[in-house]
């Protein structure tokens, strides 16, 4: 994937990081810039994964496997991260109330998509009793598919308990969840949604939404349209305000964000939005400020870590990058 930036200065300079679908910095990998005239330059990442550009004035495309746009003003320096093709993990072979099973994310997508998977299929075992014996027998069986890594077995008993009880909102997250630890994300998205518009006032399947993070649904209409629905909802509800503002352009967004931190002051990915709007309009005396605030309500918050790294190291500030980006890699490990 490419995408075009726009480079404004006499001499521009134009950084970032590559990393992994595990959000794990990428070393010796090769990055491409190519001018409006298709003239090319190639630079290697370094060590830590990073890559820079000096280039003067014009429009270019930089590119790795992935993309990331952003403009640079005179003087100034771009931040760009880019995301080669997402790591693979080993295809696990188990054996799970009598059904075996190849195919749990053998292949499907990013570390990130992996943790989200992991985390709904717990939730989803959380939710509670229908006090419907039947109901229940069905929910158990695939919960625990689901839990042992089978997805695909667990998305074929969740269809017929959404065939039995169409009303069931945790017969539609389970399938939901289940589709989607199988990697196929537009069905997950549309049971997803099914079950957000079964009681749109109900905040749970919302936040089962709020989890996912694969691209295909996160940056979906459906997507955007059903956070703005919760956040008006659920106006008083700090995860509603954040989830919806992470579809939206960093001028609607940051109204939201700064909501979402005043209704919980601990919701650290909150202060890291903020931070990141703050970067991109290059005012990181701000940044900093709200990376550092994300750091001091969640200090295992790596992403945290990470994107002050990021504003350290723009400002020449390599001591202290070198130290936020080794928090990041032991929260990593």
Request: hydrophobic residues 35%; proline residues 4%.
């Amino acid at each position: 994937m490419n995408g075009w930036q726009a480079a404004a200065a006499v001499l521009c300079v134009i950084t970032g990081t590559v990393y992994d679908g595990q959000h794990h910095p990428v070393p010796a990998v090769k990055v491409y810039l190519q001018t409006a005239d298709k003239r090319e330059m190639t630079v290697q990442t370094d060590s830590s994964g990073v890559y820079r550009f000096s280039v003067p004035a014009g429009l270019y495309k930089v590119h790795a496997e992935g993309e990331a746009a952003v403009t640079v003003t005179a003087g100034k320096t771009g931040i760009t991260d880019l995301t080669v093709q997402p790591a693979f993990f080993d295809e696990p072979k188990f054996t799970a109330a009598g059904v075996t099973d190849y195919t749990y994310q053998g292949g499907h997508g990013s570390g990130a998509n992996f943790r989200s998977a992991e985390t709904l299929a717990k939730e989803t075992a959380a939710l509670g009793g229908s006090g419907d014996s039947n109901e229940d027998e069905i929910f158990t069986r695939g919960t625990e598919l689901l839990n042992h890594r089978a997805p695909q077995a667990a998305a074929e008993v969740f269809t017929k308990g959404v065939g039995l009880f169409p009303q069931s909102l945790r017969m539609l997250l389970g399938l939901a969840s289940a589709c989607y630890a199988e990697g196929d994300y537009d069905t997950a998205a549309r049971w997803f949604y099914k079950a957000t518009d079964l009681s749109p006032s109900d905040p749970k399947p919302y936040l089962f939404l709020g989890r996912v993070e694969a691209k295909q649904i996160t940056e979906s209409d459906g997507y955007r349209e059903r956070m703005e629905r919760f956040a008006k909802v659920q106006p008083e509800s700090a995860l509603a305000n954040y989830y919806y503002g992470t579809t939206l352009p960093d001028d609607k967004a940051q109204g939201l964000f700064e909501k979402a931190v005043k209704l919980d002051p601990k919701l650290g990915m909150g202060y890291v939005r903020l931070g990141i709007i703050e970067a991109r309009k290059e005012r990181f005396v701000e940044a900093v400020r709200e990376y550092k605030r994300a750091i001091a309500v969640e200090p295992d918050l790596g992403e945290a870590h990470y994107r002050l790294s990021e504003v350290y190291r723009v400002t020449g500030e390599m001591g202290k990058a070198k130290e936020e980006m080794g928090v990041f890699e032991r929260l990593g490990k």
